[in-house]
């Protein structure tokens, strides 16, 4: 079977940000369908491994745009596991035009959990579960996820988690922290800039109704992060480093 | 030309609610991506109209579903338009299971504006502009729009528009609004009770950055609205008539 999946996409009505160019969002949604097809093709999807007691939980998003596509452009999104490693697993995106160029590129990284104990397994013991067979020893040419801290004291603001941020889990879903995070980067930027690479990293997972509380600091001119932290406990429940390129 | 589109949908991983049902935001921008399509497979859809320096306006959308599609489910989605009268043209929708049972309904008010002055304009006018021609006179089994007054003096909830809440016209994007007013309606009853028919009535336009007042008002167990105004102004910008049913 082909290691590598390949579905093609296009930008649609509804689905572009006010510069006419596909939503992050939608983006995010796109990667995460395609990554779940392409397990579930190889025998590890949602599915099987909810039938098991485990469950993928991603634990970084790296996403790197050097063109966001336009209303009505076609594109393919591909994606392959290139590595394991104990608790974790390599998952990579390459996004192409149709004349070869490509759009961008995006690494991510999934731990497979125990659904009842919410813990790590490590993956090496789960070798023979066919994950091997799947992989793909090949890189994408962006920078993997670096490290960064935040020491806003005072957030920028506060948000609760409603009903539309969950996902099939009760969890707030990986997209709609990304877009908690961009929308907490202002207003104005957005009409001079794009986002050209997100950084996100998940650190614990939320329910319906937490309060949460984002801290945004500024780096550069083009370069900030937010931390969202839950009001109650101030646990850190994700982080995001945004770069900008000009529109 | 067949005057009524259909198109199908499959509830895919990453579009399902906590309770493993389609979300209610990723059925609207379907809803929207259906009726663009219609329009545009007859004349007057958003390209067309750009070039004439027109534009459509949702005014109003009613959505009943008696079953949410659960993930990995089909269905098919039809649009058609029955009428237009001076300043507003009706569009149905019909949603149906691969078995022909009917999964839902909707109902929506469009306006065709002048993207200059963004008045609307008297459609009679336009009359040969393709529309009549397009028009299929049949109803969905669904009661029209009401009208309920939301009389909260107190905010629910605060929020701020950000990048991700826009469409390609710079405003807050129609479903957006959807999302919000459902998660100003708490957290626990989405846990008994799931949205069965919303009611959306879309009063103005706001852009990134305009600050937003939820107002929330429960007429009885299952029955709540939500009106969002800005903050600066109190103008009224959307309001939502919700009836939840047992999960």
Chains 1, 2 share one sequence.
Not at 147 to 174: K, M, W
Request: proline share 5%; charged share 25%; glycine share 6%.
């Amino acid at each position: 079977m082909n290691r590598t999946l390949t579905l093609n996409y296009r930008v649609e009505p509804f689905s572009e940000d006010h510069t006419g160019r596909l939503r992050w969002g939608i983006l995010g949604n796109w990667l995460l369908r395609t990554a779940s097809l392409h397990a579930a093709a190889h025998g590890f999807g949602y599915d099987d491994m909810i039938r098991t007691g485990h469950a993928w939980v991603l634990s970084r998003l790296v996403v790197e745009m050097e063109r966001m596509p336009r209303t009505g452009e076609a594109f393919s999104l591909s994606t392959w596991v290139p590595s394991f490693y104990r608790q974790f697993t390599d998952r990579l995106f390459s996004l192409t035009a149709p004349d070869g160029t490509p759009l961008g590129h995006a690494r991510s990284i999934w731990a497979l959990i125990d659904t009842t104990t919410r813990r790590p397994l490590n993956l090496d013991t789960l070798a023979d579960g066919g994950f091997s067979a799947a992989l793909e020893p090949r890189d994408v040419p962006i920078a993997p996820a670096g490290r960064f801290r935040i020491d806003a004291a005072q957030p920028e603001r506060t948000l609760t988690a409603g009903y539309c941020d969950l996902d099939i889990n009760g969890h707030v879903n990986s997209v709609r922290y990304i877009e908690m995070a961009l929308d907490a980067l202002g207003s104005d930027r957005y009409d001079t800039q794009r986002p050209q690479r997100i950084e996100a990293a998940y650190a614990a997972e939320a329910r319906m109704g937490d309060a949460f509380r984002l801290y945004r600091q500024d780096f550069s001119a083009d370069e900030s992060a937010v931390e969202i932290r839950r009001a109650d406990d101030e646990r850190s429940l994700f982080k995001a480093l945004v770069r900008f390129a000009p529109l």
